[in-house]
Each structure stands twice: as structure tokens, then as C-alpha cells.
């Protein structure tokens, strides 16, 4: 903690920041510090082990060894971190008037992710895929977007690299939050609402029923098949795989080094759940210390949705990543292909599965997860906008939240705990949310997990 | 062209602000006590605001029961198609919706509180949407709009409206001879709500479709029920469903017992409940939420009497319900008989809403020396 004078005045200080020299050169692999190998994902049909020649109808053969590599560090090419500079590296902060507020020991920081263009860290990835792709010599990139926030933030880094970009936009998403396909607009991308009639899996969907409000698993099929049927285009994706993880390790390794300027080390890490991305983040590099036994006793948690709550109470096996069952199966918790997740604000969340790092990491007691309420959730986010300022995404307000019950825990026993959270995006096109906590229309959904354990078991069962 | 019968309780609520438990039959009372009628003026709250809707017409009740408030809000579509006798009852109320049935009707808009839905209710059943303008005493029935103003709207709104299942509740007359105020459950009407963007488990629907929620919680409901375990399924749409949906045939307003999928009983009282759970080891209660204030047991349910429960264990009391539904109770309300048994079920409980979906709601207990 620095302190420092001026015109007689006790300043404390509120932002660490690095110069742009200090963006990493490498992305931390936290798949070489694994005990032991991560479960194989296995091709649909088979049920064998997918080899590259499996994914290189959609991905970049870089991506690909990438997404299997147990090389612990991989380099981040120059032209990458150019880019990077346009915000990287991100600022930590300390929360002193959150701790303030809740009257804590503990010392609060956040990494702030909702500088970067498209306001949240999902740019980390999208940058070195389109990146990737150009090298390919690809000429469009396919994708899908629930809320929007990854279909702008892949709709710039394409611009940047001359590639052409389709978005499937959820339709329901599409017409509830124009803003974000006014981004992508802005950025050149071709947002088009899910279902459309330009796939036949959108086709299939339309002709059952013309006014379905869509659905990320329709428009995860229709990316894919748009990629799958153009020799020009691949599809990229915005979380849970290895290699999405991988490009934001650049947030947790900053931060390791803005906590070091001031001589400090987590003790907790926090960070939201959905397809694991920003948690993987900020996470691994702590992780990878905390297996290397380095620092043995840091506390990693992720923070999940109760109505969603994939790593606390999911089964953690062998699932398919999409709800058709086309993608391969991967080793993870889930809570079942087939369950789709309720509607609750924080899109970006309703997952059913999760990254087959973060999960195993969880399952190795490496990490731990926690799920919470909606409208808890927003209380917390509230807290947090009327100390620190910031408005949250509704995702980042779960990390938020835990953060604030880990510092009133500390406020209990006295400890002087040093708690970091990623803050992952901002809450600015998500005001439609906070008027429905305003206006006390959230539903608190949850999962009834012990009607169906009782029953039936963890599922899924596959194999 | 909408054609609504509109019915006025004129005496409604006047029992209420002097301290009697409903009007009917007490007018006189109320009266020497110094109530006055205002139920007239309620419903001319609603009517006011209908003044610039082309596309209805009433059909009214002469005087008090409809056209005097009518007039007063200058409204001109109306035609007056029943006379009732110098001082309202109850038959008058049953005779004018007798005669709107008749008619052909799109809907009956009714001033007045439990009594009148109930009396409307016993005519036309749910063949007619009702809809309350509340003015009673008693409202635990859920066929009220939360004011007049909404009453307004929805029926101003009534060609893109959907139509939702409401309890028509009142107080059970042979409970409160022998001395208790207990209201029950009589039937279940169909009442307009304004289509909005509903979230509802999967997707945005844009529109209430209450019947496919209710199948999936039906189908959630099969997915989980174990073998050998005895089910108490109380009353309403909600669980009529899933019992329908086991392929078995349920007493609407009753309570129903499920074992290993067929029917052990049907419209049990409590002691057959008492009798059939005696020696039983793994007993579930599923219940939904009855009338407007969201009770889940102690209204509607009163078969499943504290000893049954306290059997089944607070933990196996599963409560269902479509959301739609949930998004107009704020609470959940626990009546058993049994203080300490409602305390049990603690501050929230989980409620199935979809299909492997629940929304956790808040639970109240009804005040100590509170009446219903």
C-alpha cells in the first residue's frame, strides 16, 4: 500500500498501473504445470480421441496446437501485443471505498477488463484469433453471440486484420439489446439474427416455428455450418476451450505483477463462471503457482449462477458442448447437454458445461466454486457502483459478490486478507437488467438439484 | 367488438372498514354502523378510463348493479339486460350472470370482493373469463386486478390478452359456524392477463402459454418421482397436470394420493390422509400456490393438516407453479394450524417452475393471531 503527499494532502493509491513494455510477452499454459494429462476430447460418433485433422474444416492450425500444447509458455506474436496496447495493460485498483463500506480488514483490488474497445475482456481472445485466422490466410470468420459481447468484441479484432466477420445474434438478444449490433455494425461485422434463413440448421428451426426468439445452441449450429460450407471461413468461439483460456492468462499474469509493485500476493482470486474464460484469466497463473507449490494456500473461486450452477452441482464427465450434440465430447462439469439454462440476466453465464481446465481444476480441489442469486447479486452490484463507480455487467456482479462476502467474512474473524476479483466487463448496455431489479421484477431461479440427484443421479450419462 | 357484462356489488366492502368479516347478509349492520357504499365509485375508476375504447360495449345490470355508474362516466355503449330487485343479493348477482351467459359474452367485469366472484363463478364457471375490480372485503380469490386502474387496462387490452387460471376462494361457511374464519377453495376461473415478454425457463416466450409450462413441470415432476414413495397432491391446475400427466384422473379442487404411479386415493379428507400415511416411510407433498395471496398450505389445502406434514417432513413438501403465476405473488404464505411447523419451512423454499427449473421465493408466515 502506497501512501503519498501533495499540496498537504494524504493520498492513498487507487490505481497500480504498468507500462505498455509490461504486457506479457508469453501466455501462461496451465496445462503444463497438470499433474497429469487433461481427459482427451472425443469425437462425437467414435467416441476416439479428436486428432487436428478432426478441427481444421473451423480453426487455424495454430489454434489447434495451441488447444493441445503442454508447453508452458507460448509466445504472443509482436503484432498481437501491438494491438494489445490500445488498452493493455489493464489497470488494478483498490477498492478502498468498497472496504470502507463494509468496514473490512481485508484488502479489496480489482482488475478493471471494461477498459478495453468493446468493454469487456472477451477482446484477449478475439484479437489473436483473428489474428491467427488472417496468418491462415483465411478471408471471414463465423460466430455466435448470446448478448452480444462476444460478437463485438470478435467484430473488432477482425476489422483490425482486414477479415470479414458473421454473427449469429440470438434473435431474442438482437431485438432486447440493439447497442451491441450497433458495435458490431460500427466495426464492419454482419450481425444477423438467430435463426436466419442463410443455414439449413436455421431453416430447420424457422419452418418449425417462425417466431422463436432463438436459442445459443441454433446459433452455435448455424456458425458452425456457415464455417463448415465456406472454404474462405472459419468459426471461432468466445470461451471453454483451451486455447480462449490460454490467450487470458495475460490478466492474471499483470495482475500477479501490479500486486507484486506493491508487495503484495492474493490471498483470494476471484472471478464469474460461464464458459470459464475471464475466470481462467485471472486464475491459472495463480493456480499454476498454487500447484507448483509456490504459493500452496491461495484460495481460487469461481462464482456461478445458482440457476446454472454447472461446477457445484453438475456431474463432472463427458459431454457434448452444444445442445444438438455436434461438437466433441468433452471431460467437464455439466449440468447435461440438454439443460438449458433459464433466462436470467447474466447471459453470458447460462452455459451448461464449462471449460474442461477450469473444471478439472475444480475437481482437483485446486480451485473451489460458489453459486448465488440473481437478485443478491445486483444488491452487490449496487454496492459496488456506489463506492467504486463502475456500473458491472451482470456476470462481473457475481465475481463482485463474492468478493464482498469473502471481506465481511474477513470482517468476522479480523483477517487482513488480500482479495482480488477480475472485474470482466461493464454493465452499460445492460441497463434493461438493473430497471428489472429496480423494478423488483428479478426472478431468483435456482436449479431443484436435489429432486433431481435423488432421482435420477449427476447427469448426463454418455458412454 | 368486445362485449363485457359488467356486474356491481353495490354493498360491497361496507362490511370491511366497520369491522365485519364481509357484507353479505350484514348490510343492515353495516349500515347502523355507518358504511356507506363505495363499490358504485370503484368500478366508476375503472369505467372512466374506458371512455375512449371504441371496441366495447357493456351489458349491464339496471342501477346500482351497473348502469348508474355507467352514466355517471358517460359512457354510451351499454345496454342494460337486467333488472334486479329494490335491495341487490347475491341472486341477483347469479340471475344477471345467468343472463349474460346467455348473451354470449367476451368477459364479466365484476365490482365487489369473494362473494360476488363466487357467486359469477358458480353461474358460468370457466366457460367466462372473470375479471375483479377490488372492492371487498375479502380478496383472496385470484381473479382481481391489483386496482381499478388495472382492471382498466386489461380490459382495454383484451384482443391481445391471454387468459390465466385464478382460485375462486371465500370463507368456508361451515368452518366459520363452528367458530373459525377459514376461507376455501371453490373453483377455478379463467382471468385475462396482459401478454408481456414473460422469461420463462428455456426461452423469452412472448406470450403466457401456461398450458406448456405446465406440462413441463408435469414431465419434471414424472422425471422425479420416486418409486414406492407416497405422493399428497393438493388442489389446482398446476398439479392437476401432473397427476393427468401420470395418465391418472384428478379431483381438481381435492386432494389426490399417488403411489408408484396410480391413484390411492381420491379427494382424500385428513383423516384418510392421517390413515394412509401412517406406516408410511417416504412421504412427499406436492402443492401449489393457492388464490391471490399465494398460500401453499392452510388455504385450498387444509386436508393437509399439520400432523400429514409433519409425516412427510417440511423437506418433502414440494410446491409448484408456473411462473407467470409466481411473478404475481411477491410471497409465499404458510398457514398450517401449527406455528411451530410453519416456522419449519424457514425463510424461502424452492418452487418448480419448468422443466428441471425452480425459482426460490420468500415465505411468510401468517401473523400471530392473524385471520384469513
Request: aromatic residues 8%.
Amino acid at each position: 500500500m502506497y501512501i503519498f503527499v501533495q499540496n498537504n494532502y494524504w493520498y492513498m493509491q487507487t490505481k497500480i498501473l504498468l507500462d505498455e513494455e509490461q504486457i506479457p510477452k508469453r501466455w501462461y499454459n496451465v496445462q503444463a504445470d497438470l499433474p497429469s494429462p487433461l481427459d482427451p476430447p472425443l469425437h462425437p460418433a467414435t467416441h476416439k480421441p479428436v486428432g487436428p485433422d478432426d478441427l481444421k474444416a473451423i480453426f487455424p492450425m495454430e489454434l489447434i496446437r495451441q488447444e493441445v500444447t503442454t508447453d508452458r509458455y507460448i509466445d504472443i506474436p509482436e503484432e498481437v501485443r501491438d494491438v494489445l496496447r490500445l488498452w493493455r495493460p489493464s489497470p488494478l485498483y483498490r477498492a478502498h471505498r468498497l472496504e470502507k463500506f463494509l468496514k473490512t480488514p481485508a484488502k479489496i483490488y480489482y482488475k478493471w477488463e471494461g477498459v478495453s474497445p468493446a468493454g469487456s475482456h472477451k477482446t484477449n481472445t478475439s484479437v489473436p484469433q483473428a489474428y491467427y485466422n488472417m496468418k491462415a490466410g483465411i478471408e471471414r470468420i463465423a460466430t455466435e453471440t448470446g448478448a452480444g459481447q462476444w460478437g463485438s468484441a470478435l467484430a473488432f479484432a477482425t476489422m483490425l486484420y482486414d477479415l470479414e466477420c458473421t454473427i449469429y445474434m440470438v434473435r431474442s438478444s438482437y431485438t432486447q439489446k440493439p447497442y451491441r449490433k450497433s458495435m458490431m455494425q460500427v466495426w464492419g461485422g454482419e450481425c444477423i439474427p438467430s435463426p436466419s434463413t442463410k443455414t439449413k440448421s436455421g431453416q430447420a428451426v424457422l419452418e418449425k416455428d417462425p417466431e422463436t426468439p432463438g436459442a445459443l445452441g441454433i446459433a452455435i449450429s448455424e456458425a458452425v455450418e456457415d464455417a463448415a460450407t465456406h472454404a474462405n471461413t472459419n468459426y471461432a468461439l468466445g470461451s471453454v476451450l483451451n486455447h480462449v483460456c490460454l490467450h487470458q492468462t495475460i490478466i492474471g499474469q499483470e495482475c500477479r505483477e501490479q500486486l507484486a509493485s506493491v508487495e503484495e500476493y492474493p490471498d483470494v482470486v476471484i472471478g464469474c463462471v460461464g464458459g470459464g474464460s475471464n475466470f481462467a484469466g485471472i486464475a491459472f497463473p495463480f493456480a499454476g503457482d498454487k500447484m507448483t507449490g509456490k504459493h500452496k494456500d491461495v484460495d481460487i473461486i469461481g462464482v456461478e449462477p445458482a440457476s446454472c450452477p454447472t461446477l457445484t452441482k453438475g456431474a463432472y464427465t463427458y459431454d457434448f458442448g452444444d445442445v444438438a450434440g455436434l461438437t466433441p465430447l468433452m471431460k467437464m462439469f455439466t449440468l447435461g447437454h440438454d439443460f438449458v439454462p433459464p433466462s436470467i440476466h447474466a447471459g453470458g453465464l447460462r452455459y451448461h458445461g464449462d471449460s474442461p481446465i477450469v473444471s478439472r481444476l475444480v475437481h482437483d480441489g485446486v480451485m473451489r466454486a460458489v453459486a448465488y442469486h440473481q437478485s443478491e447479486v445486483f444488491d452487490a452490484a449496487q454496492t459496488f457502483s456506489r463506492t467504486e463507480g463502475i456500473i458491472v455487467a451482470p456476470e462481473t456482479s457475481h465475481a463482485v459478490k463474492c468478493a464482498i462476502d469473502e471481506a465481511l467474512k474477513c470482517k468476522k474473524t479480523g483477517e487482513e486478507k488480500t482479495i482480488m476479483f477480475n472485474c470482466s466487463g461493464h454493465g452499460n448496455f445492460d441497463m434493461s437488467a438493473y430497471d428489472a431489479y429496480y423494478a423488483g421484477k428479478l426472478v431468483d431461479y435456482e436449479y431443484p438439484d436435489e429432486l433431481i440427484n435423488e432421482a435420477i443421479g449427476r447427469i448426463p450419462k454418455i458412454q | 367488438m368486445k362485449r363485457i357484462g359488467l356486474i356491481i356489488n353495490p354493498v360491497a366492502g361496507m362490511g370491511g372498514s366497520v369491522g365485519l368479516k364481509g357484507t353479505d347478509g350484514n348490510v343492515e349492520e353495516a349500515e347502523r354502523r355507518g358504511a356507506v357504499p363505495h363499490a358504485g365509485e370503484r368500478a366508476g375508476q375503472t369505467l372512466d378510463l374506458l371512455k375512449q375504447q371504441k371496441e366495447i360495449c357493456f351489458l349491464a345490470c339496471a342501477g346500482a348493479m351497473g348502469e348508474a355508474a355507467l352514466a355517471a362516466s358517460g359512457l354510451k355503449n351499454y345496454r342494460v339486460v337486467y333488472t334486479p330487485g329494490n335491495e341487490t343479493s347475491p341472486a341477483d348477482t347469479r340471475a344477471a350472470a345467468q343472463v349474460f351467459r346467455e348473451q354470449g359474452i367476451d368477459l364479466i367485469m365484476f365490482c365487489g370482493g369473494d362473494g360476488t366472484a363466487r357467486d359469477i363463478f358458480s353461474v358460468v364457471g370457466p366457460d367466462i373469463p372473470i375479471l375483479g375490480i377490488p372492492a371487498g372485503v375479502k380478496m383472496y380469490s385470484g381473479v382481481f386486478a391489483v386496482n381499478p386502474a388495472a382492471a382498466a387496462e386489461l380490459v382495454a387490452g383484451l384482443n391481445k390478452a391471454a387468459l390465466r387460471d385464478s382460485e375462486v376462494m371465500d370463507v368456508d361457511e361451515e368452518a366459520y359456524r363452528a367458530g373459525t374464519l377459514d376461507t376455501r377453495l371453490y373453483g377455478i376461473a379463467r382471468t385475462p392477463v396482459i401478454r408481456g415478454m414473460v422469461a420463462v425457463s428455456k426461452q423469452v416466450y412472448e406470450q403466457p402459454d401456461e398450458e406448456r409450462i405446465k406440462l413441463e413441470i408435469a414431465q419434471f415432476m414424472q422425471e422425479v418421482m420416486l418409486p414406492g414413495a407416497l405422493y399428497i397432491i393438493g388442489a389446482g391446475t398446476t398439479t392437476e397436470t401432473i397427476v393427468r400427466y401420470l395418465g391418472l384422473k384428478k379431483t381438481l379442487l381435492g386432494v389426490d394420493v399417488v403411489k408408484n404411479h396410480r391413484l390411492v386415493a381420491r379427494d382424500a379428507d385428513e383423516k384418510a390422509l392421517l390413515r394412509l400415511t401412517e406406516k408410511e416411510r417416504d412421504i412427499r407433498i406436492i402443492v401449489s400456490p393457492i388464490g391471490a395471496q399465494g398460500f401453499i398450505l392452510g388455504r385450498g389445502n387444509q386436508q393437509i393438516s399439520p400432523v400429514v406434514i409433519r409425516r412427510a417432513g417440511t423437506g418433502h413438501v414440494i410446491v409448484v407453479a408456473t411462473p407467470h403465476k409466481l411473478q404475481e405473488i411477491p410471497e409465499l404464505l404458510v398457514d398450517s394450524g401449527d406455528p411451530s411447523l410453519d416456522r419449519e419451512f424457514g425463510e424461502s423454499i424452492q418452487v418448480i417452475c419448468g422443466y428441471r427449473l425452480a425459482q426460490r421465493k420468500p415465505i411468510r408466515q401468517q401473523e400471530p393471531g392473524g385471520s384469513s
